[in-house]
């Protein structure tokens, strides 16, 4: 009797087996920046539609690409890699690049709610907004696609939505997870 795969196995064969995915993520590592990883909802996403028979590419609206770069913490030197990621993706995927090391600048005026001053791109997975949100990869040079899910794979492979218990009141949660449940009925929701 063969063993069952680990969570983490059954994403890569998952991300691995997505042909639009892996494009996307070798030009994402053509582009070399900090500590870069794609986050959140394309990863997910891919796995629950996936699990459900959803044609590939449901309910992606973007592709998140996080970095970190606390040399320069100008929105210039941001919007200058945001610029030269549109160009190599070339209006294929909608990206949104976003460097880590500058989301305390900007967070509170934006969302009402103060936001720390990062030190790595991963310590960000800690303040999204739920358990399942908070998962990236990064495609290494040997093509492995490296993992980092501080919270775990469980609520992505459970098909559930669970609030960040580290993010205290997220007003957009409650509706973003609603969406989610019309594209994937089988999503259990937890307040």
């Keep these: 009797m063969s063993k069952p795969q680990t969570n983490e196995a059954r994403l890569r064969a998952i991300l691995h087996a997505d042909e639009d995915l892996m494009a996307f993520l070798r030009i994402a590592r053509s582009l070399g920046l900090p500590q870069w990883r794609l986050v ?29 770069d606390d040399a320069d913490l100008s929105w210039e030197a941001e919007d200058a890699i945001i610029r030269q990621s549109e160009a190599a993706f070339a209006g294929r995927w909608p990206v949104e690049v976003r460097n880590q090391a500058r989301v305390h600048l900007w967070f509170e005026q934006r969302f009402g709610t103060p936001y720390p001053q990062l030190r790595s791109a991963d310590e960000a997975f800690l303040h999204y ?49 609603e969406k989610a449940k019309a594209i994937w009925p089988k999503l259990t929701v937890i307040p």
Excluded at 40 to 48: F, M, P
Excluded at 56 to 65: E, M, N
Excluded at 138 to 145: F, G, P, V
Excluded at 156 to 171: A, L, Q, S, T
Aim: aromatic share 8%; hydrophobic share 40%.
């Design 129 to 177: 907004a739920a358990i399942v949100h908070a998962v990236g990869v990064r495609l290494e040079a040997d093509d492995c696609l490296d993992i980092a899910a501080p919270f775990g794979l469980e609520d992505m492979f459970g098909m559930i939505v669970r609030p960040n218990p580290h993010r205290e009141h997220d007003k957009g949660l409650a509706a973003k997870a």
């Design 40 to 68: 959140a909802g394309s990863i997910y996403q891919t796995v629950w539609n996936h699990l459900t028979g959803q044609p590939r590419g449901t309910g992606i609206k973007d592709y998140d690409l996080i970095y970190f």
